[in-house]
């Protein structure tokens, strides 16, 4: 016999040091594998890491952690596996499959042309994707690299799977065949079974109303809310991630309300000045279908935002500004380009090019917002060159308003992402409503009492609209909403005013022997009796200021400062934002603010504090600053025509009457009480004889006599000027004296009269 085919000693040891030299490469590519994971998940790996980072990221892009995974995988099977080492028509597969997938995702976000720029190659495929990209686009056009992926990837699955195209047809084919037969044995059972039976008249006459068709079903229940907007290919538009211009709307809410379960106690006439007629079990709130559907454009406006995107980086790079644009968000009239300034770029650099901008933009303006709140970016607005249309049943439909709970929620419209944007107006507290004409302010106004009259009983919200031009609040008289008729006497508002500051000051007597801090605890320890909140709406500030601006200044100034707590709310709009209109009072106690287009960077400052509006575009186009926003926030403004609001107005009219209270606005002879001034200031008197005395009505010289500050003293000159006293202002002159000694007293001894009776 043949002797056993032993190896010598040599041959060990050779075998050995072969099999310890697999296993340290193995180690080796395990170790670069980890080094390389720990690169790409950026960690603290020194300069090594970095590099080795940005070149994986760079040749694969998203794929970038799947070589290391792979190197691991190869280093495990070299030790263990040594001799198993040949590339295998599997692992070919695997590769291209790999391969593949870098392909598709550079083909479907990157835009064409810009396949093998290299600020692409870290967002999706890599150096690698965009050149077969390039390669396929160049090869077989746009329509062939979807059919030479789809080809690549059969292919690649036989392989894989060792299956035939054959094999999956037989397959489906066989498991198919059973099935079809046995539906094919009942119907022909049931066809025969039917044919037999005798069926009587009335059978055949339910059997024909069975197969007819229905016409009153005919059409289906539609839903109210529009339908979501079909998704788009994102490689047509932009490499960073686009936000719709609509979003879809929540279906339409039921407005349903739970009934109470007893009978509300109306409030006494001193704190609650008005009493509904009708319960709540009588009074049903008015359906969102009163209001008109707006159309949603159907315009492709994915290739504009592209467009611009190009044009806003070529733009900047020939400056040499380094950004990347990382995000754009498509609203109803602007969108927001976010770009990322590169290392040592400074924001001032790219704020200062805002006309450049607009002129290669062919934009009318173009606002630049930086950085944005809460983000590492600045925000470029450019005008959509299609406005869409924001109406209020699409903003009033979503579910922040439908859900909302207590407080005053109201819709304004849809910001710049396309989302509505809904507010509480009893947390601003009060609101500053500003704009040039023509932008925009009525119709908002418009929307906010419609969203207060859409979800609150008139138990619950109680409206006093003054509207001194008359004609724009006048279609809600007669709802029983109302306090009073629509006040349109610029006399009787300042009473109106005055009425405020007197219930506020009823109601925190109330509060106060109650031992309660606002009407929340008020209405939660007296369900039965609960205050209704109040709501004063002023269309027109600047009427009123010119009238009697020290009655309207001082009692807007009372109540912004605290009827707060006492439930009652201010709501000023203004087409003339001077400093005149909108003083330092009124602005420092109302913080929460909306500015629609204006004129210049002046009334802009004079209504936000900052520049802004006088970019805006008119139309709804509007910037909400509320009370705690770092920064205003760009909205469009919801639409409601007036035919909607007439069809609101007539549905709630018809559910009651209103109850108005008569306190509310002052007889003429009392709305005129500037010209006959009570004693507000216990030295009034006193400083009326001195001025008399000394012939000389100066401010310093009270200040001096009676050791009082200059407001109070101007404020007693006021008074004297008002009652006829002296004169006006004369500058650097002294004021007349207008009246004589006699007179004087007479007339003291007068309002002293008065003022005891």
């Not at 839903?223 to 279906?251: G, L, Y």
């Not at 420092?588 to 629609?596: D, G, L, M, Q, Y």
């Amino acid at each position: 016999m043949p002797k056993a085919n032993r190896k010598s000693p040599t041959e060990k040891e050779t075998t050995r040091q072969e099999s310890r030299r697999f296993e340290i490469g193995g180690v080796l590519m395990i170790a670069v594998g980890l080094f390389a994971l720990t690169a790409i998940a950026r960690f603290d790996v020194g300069i090594a890491g970095y590099w080795t980072h940005t070149i994986l990221e760079y040749l694969f892009g998203l794929g970038a952690f799947i070589p290391p995974l792979a190197l691991i995988f190869l280093g495990a099977r070299y030790i263990y596996h040594p001799r198993a080492m040949a590339v295998k028509t599997r692992d070919t597969a695997w590769i291209i499959y790999f391969v593949l997938g870098l392909i598709t995702l550079h083909w479907w976000y990157v835009p064409t042309g810009q396949e093998i720029q290299p600020s692409w190659f870290p967002q999706y495929g890599g150096a690698l994707g965009g050149a077969g990209v390039l390669c396929l686009r160049t090869l077989f056009g746009e329509t062939g690299v979807k059919i030479a992926l789809l080809v690549i990837l059969v292919v690649n699955t036989i392989f894989v799977s060792k299956w035939t195209v054959t094999d999956g047809v037989n397959f489906v084919k066989g498991k198919a065949q059973p099935h079809w037969e046995k539906a094919s044995d009942k119907v022909k059972e049931t066809v025969e079974a039917h044919r037999h039976v005798e069926t009587t008249p009335t059978e055949q006459k339910q059997r024909a109303q069975f197969f007819s068709f229905d016409k009153s079903k005919e059409k289906p229940p539609v839903n109210d809310a529009p339908a979501p907007e079909r998704t788009t290919k994102a490689a047509a538009v932009t490499p960073f991630t686009p936000s719709a211009a609509a979003p879809a709307a929540a279906p339409e809410p039921s407005w349903t309300q739970p009934e109470p379960d007893t009978d509300t106690e109306q409030v006494k006439p001193d704190i609650a000045p008005a009493k509904p007629k009708n319960d709540r079990a009588d009074y049903k709130l008015p359906p969102l279908s009163l209001l008109t559907k707006t159309r949603q454009s159907t315009a492709d406006t994915q290739a504009e935002v592209a467009e611009n995107a190009q044009k806003l980086e070529e733009l900047l790079a020939s400056f040499g500004v380094e950004t990347k644009i990382t995000h754009a968000s498509r609203g109803p009239s602007v969108t927001r380009y976010e770009l990322e300034p590169g290392p040592g770029v400074k924001v001032s650099k790219i704020v200062n090019l805002a006309d450049d901008i607009a002129l290669q933009l062919a934009a009318t303006d173009v606002r630049i917002e930086a950085p944005i709140p809460g983000k590492a970016a600045v925000g470029i607005e450019v005008p959509n060159r299609e406005i869409s249309s924001v109406g209020l049943r699409e903003v009033l439909a979503c579910d922040e308003f439908q859900h909302a709970v207590g407080g005053i929620a109201v819709g304004l419209g849809e910001d710049i992402t396309g989302q509505p944007v809904i507010t509480d107006l009893a947390k601003m507290p009060h609101l500053l409503v500003a704009g040039s004409t023509g932008s925009g302010k009525s119709v908002c106004i418009n929307t906010l009492v419609a969203s207060i009259l859409l979800r609150s009983y008139p138990d619950e919200v109680k409206l006093i609209l003054i509207d001194p031009k008359v004609v724009e609040l006048a279609q809600y008289n007669h709802i029983p909403h109302l306090l009073t008729p629509v006040v349109t006497d610029v006399k009787k508002a300042a009473g109106v005013l005055r009425w405020a500051v007197r219930e506020m000051e009823n109601r925190y007597r109330l509060f106060a022997s109650a031992k309660v801090r606002n009407i929340t605890s008020y209405n939660e320890a007296n369900p039965d009796s609960p205050l209704p909140l109040v709501v004063i709406i002023i269309d027109e500030l600047a009427d009123l200021m010119m009238v009697a601006p020290h009655d309207v200044e001082d009692a807007i100034a009372r109540l912004a400062q605290m009827a707060r707590a006492a439930g009652l709310h201010l709501v000023l709009a203004t087409q003339r934002p001077s400093v005149d209109v909108l003083t330092g009072t009124i602005k420092a106690n109302i913080p929460s603010r909306i500015s629609f287009a204006v004129s210049s960077q002046i009334d802009s400052r004079t209504i936000l504090d900052m520049a802004g509006a006088e970019k805006l575009l008119g139309k709804g186009d509007m910037l909400f600053y509320p009370i705690g926003a770092p920064k205003p926030r760009r909205v469009q403004g919801a639409f409601i025509s007036d035919a909607d609001v007439e069809k609101l107005v007539e549905y709630i009219k018809k559910q009651g009457q209103p109850e108005y209270n008569e306190t509310v606005v002052q007889p003429a002879a009392e709305a005129e009480e500037t010209q006959t001034p009570r004693w507000e200031d216990e030295l009034l008197p006193d400083a009326i004889r001195m001025v008399m005395d000394t012939e000389q009505a100066s401010v310093s010289m009270l200040q001096r006599r009676f050791r009082v500050g200059y407001t109070r003293a101007g404020r007693l000159i006021d008074t004297m000027e008002n009652m006829g006293i002296v004169g006006p202002s004369l500058g650097s002159k002294a004021r007349d004296i207008l009246l004589t000694k006699d007179e004087v007293e007479e007339l003291l001894a007068r309002y002293e009269g008065d003022s005891e009776a």
